[in-house]
């Protein structure tokens, strides 16, 4: 799938500014963690799971990564880009268990990449280039601040990547740097 066709694909169903924003971002990350890590041969797949990973949230938010599987099937997607996309809803939705590395870090990174955007939001600045990792965590803490953010999903991410929480978000925040303002 190209990226041009997961775009297609995702505006057929999402129309929210939000939702468009966030896949982008999603997508953004998942392409750097993918140089970073030694996939760069397969980087538009990463930036591809990224950006498709709340195909049906908009339509679908109580069926949200059970949707999604229906529909990327009837769309003739391979079956490696639905496990990918349904495992960031494990636990909540599905039993479909991140298990590689790619879909630990979207598992990890989805909910982050939201609770960051609210930070950045709240800087006199509006950008994520002088964000340190103490002002994420300080809000992390936080819990009635950017209450829709899964706290439980973020630590468990890191969990399942072997990482703390500090690295999971300084990590994060230079993937964000790489491409925002």
């Known amino acids: 799938m190209t990226r041009e066709e997961a775009w297609n694909l995702l505006t057929k169903y999402n ?8 896949a982008q971002v ?3 990350v998942m392409k ?25 949230f908009e339509l679908y938010p109580q069926e949200h990564c059970i949707k999604v599987q229906e ?7 391979e079956e490696r880009l639905i496990h990918a996309v349904a ?8 039993d479909i268990e991140p298990e590689h590395e790619m879909e630990k870090i979207l598992y990890a990174v ?4 939201g609770l960051i955007g609210a930070v950045v939001l709240m800087r006199p600045s509006k ?8 002002s994420v965590k300080k809000k992390f803490k936080s819990k009635g601040f950017a209450a829709a953010c899964s706290r439980e ?20 925040l230079e993937a964000l740097k790489s491409f925002r303002e």
């Open 71 to 77: 529909i990327m099937r009837g769309a003739g997607i």
């Open 87 to 94: 495992s960031h809803g494990y636990g909540i939705t599905v």
């Open 127 to 134: 950008s994520v280039q002088d964000l340190e990792v103490k």
């Open 15 to 22: 129309k929210d500014q939000f939702h468009l924003e966030h």
């Open 110 to 113: 989805d909910e982050l990449t």
């Open 26 to 28: 999603v997508e953004g």
């Open 32 to 56: 750097y963690f993918a140089r970073k890590f030694g996939y760069a041969q397969e980087e538009e797949f990463w930036g591809n799971v990224g950006l498709l990973h709340d195909l049906d």
């Open 153 to 172: 999903v973020i630590q468990s991410g890191a969990d399942r990547l072997g990482w703390d929480l500090d690295r999971l978000i300084e990590e994060t």
